[in-house]
């Protein structure tokens, strides 16, 4: 499986980590909604189909990227770096 | 200046090995680097620091993805990241230069002298072997003369540069160094390989 590195190019899978769910969002850390946190650590949608991923380029450039990829099929749909991808709200 | 030693190990010894009886397809060694330098420009200050790397090293640098310089027993720097650079150079003194150059606004200089080993492999067999450990396209046409790729052979991070139609530099992790040239090696046994 080759990934499209957005800085390097396609590089194999081996060169890149995979750095968790981009679709949560972390709650303040001050507060103190009990169901607000569980919610962020515990529960997941685990979509058959198109997911929002982070990754990082480890074995590469080290970018942390944006990725969507089919949970069916393993196709990678699009690859952003993900400092890019947040600025333009492009995260799921 | 105390003289830095090799984490090469008694084992990198000069001689030919493996199966050189036709002659050796590659050639292994230790270039002498004073320095190798992390530049790292801060977001929106990359071509900032493009242009300060070249005021400090004398090279010609563009910014794009793995270009890079080279300045045969002078200076090297490759892009290995958006923003980043790896620079080396002979004299110990140009990461001070660097320093000079490359302003706090800019980006930032960290000093890996210490952190890194340059292992160059060169002659006729080079692409063949380095096939052998990265996914990489080693062609002169996907991977010209003064470029860099950042890549890595399972554990080991190593950052390649072309130097030479057949010739590369590789730098590795000084603690990962001697494993790493074990399996450099290991992959030139067939070609016939020297240590000088």
């Known amino acids: 499986m080759l990934i499209s590195c957005p800085h390097c190019g396609p590089r194999d899978l081996a060169e890149f980590s995979y750095q968790g769910d981009a679709t949560r969002t972390r709650p303040e850390p001050a507060s103190t909604d009990t169901k607000a946190w569980h919610d962020y650590v515990y529960t997941r949608p685990n979509p058959a189909g ?22 069916l099929s393993h196709e990678i749909h699009s690859v952003a770096l993900a400092r890019s991808a947040n600025a333009s709200g492009a995260r799921a | 200046m105390v003289e830095r030693a090799t984490p090469l190990g008694a084992d990198f010894r000069p001689g030919s090995y493996g199966d050189f009886a036709d002659g050796v397809g590659v050639t292994l060694s230790e270039p ?19 242009a300060a790397l070249g005021r400090g090293t004398g090279l010609s640098l563009a910014l ?12 090297a720097a490759f892009n290995i990241g958006p ?27 960290t000093d890996l002298s210490h952190g890194r080993t340059a292992l160059r492999i060169e002659g006729m067999a080079t692409e063949w072997v380095l096939a052998k450990l990265f996914a990489l396209d080693f062609s002169l046409d996907a991977f010209p003369v003064s470029a ?45 390989y020297a240590i000088k």
């Open chain 2, 32 to 50: 002498s680097t004073g320095t190798i330098v992390e530049a790292t420009a801060w977001p929106g200050h990359e071509k900032a620091l493009t």
């Open chain 2, 148 to 192: 860099g790729r950042a890549t890595a052979h399972h554990d080991f991070f190593v950052q390649i540069q072309r130097t030479g139609d057949h010739r590369f530099d590789l730098y590795v992790f000084r603690s990962f160094a001697r494993a790493f040239a074990m399996a450099l090696r290991h992959a030139a046994q067939d070609v016939g």
């Open chain 2, 83 to 109: 923003g980043r650079f790896l620079v080396s150079g002979k004299d110990e003194g140009l990461v001070d230069d660097l320093a000079r150059a490359v302003s706090l606004e800019t980006g930032t200089i």
């Open chain 1, 50 to 71: 198109p997911h929002h991923e982070y990754w990082q380029h480890a074995g590469g450039c080290r970018a942390h990227l944006l990725i969507v990829r089919d949970t």
């Open chain 2, 64 to 75: 794009a993805p793995g270009a890079g310089a080279y300045r045969d027993a002078k200076a």
